[in-house]
């Protein structure tokens, strides 16, 4: 480890969409999230800045905020986001939130087997891709100590799908 100061973890994620009146839909009638604060971006003035959060008083760590620039088109890349992660607590949960999806009329992953994890995907009304992730196996799944050694899972036949 380094000398770096000490962090808590992450305290939001932030993304750029079209349409904020979608993206709030969104959040709210399909992921059953709360809008926390509705304000401006602090550094582009007149441009709307949304946040959003699972729990109703949006604590630190559970954000996901959007600006919102129209007419704008972003594509993947370095310096892009690939995608972000939400937590469930087990397979049966990430099971109930892959038909909540599909009866919302969002396209969604077969369940994803990633070794520590199980998880879906979707996206976003703009094209950002969301995963559902279990809480375990967990990282010691093939290790004593994460991040010890690299691991090749298609050398080791771990399996895609669940």
Not at 48 to 68: C, D, M, Q
Not at 133 to 148: L, N, S, V, Y
């Amino acid at each position: 480890m380094t000398d770096a100061p000490p962090t808590t973890g992450l305290h939001h994620v932030t993304n750029i969409c079209t349409d904020m009146d979608e993206t709030r839909a969104f959040y709210e009638d399909v992921l059953g999230w709360h809008t926390v604060k509705r304000t401006q971006n602090y550094d582009d003035p007149g441009t709307k800045h949304y946040y959003f959060s699972p729990t109703p008083a949006g604590e630190p760590g559970t954000n996901v905020t959007y600006f919102e620039y129209p007419n704008s088109r972003g594509q993947p890349g370095p310096g892009a986001s690939h995608h972000f992660a939400i937590g469930v607590e087990d397979e049966d949960t990430l099971r109930e939130w892959r038909e909540h999806l599909l009866d919302h009329d969002v396209r969604v992953s077969n369940v994803k087997d990633r070794t520590y994890f199980k998880s879906i995907y979707f996206n976003d009304p703009d094209g950002l891709v969301f995963e559902i992730a279990t809480r375990g196996p967990g990282f010691t799944a093939d290790e004593d100590d994460p991040g010890a050694t690299e691991i090749d899972p298609f050398e080791e036949g771990y399996e895609e799908d669940a």
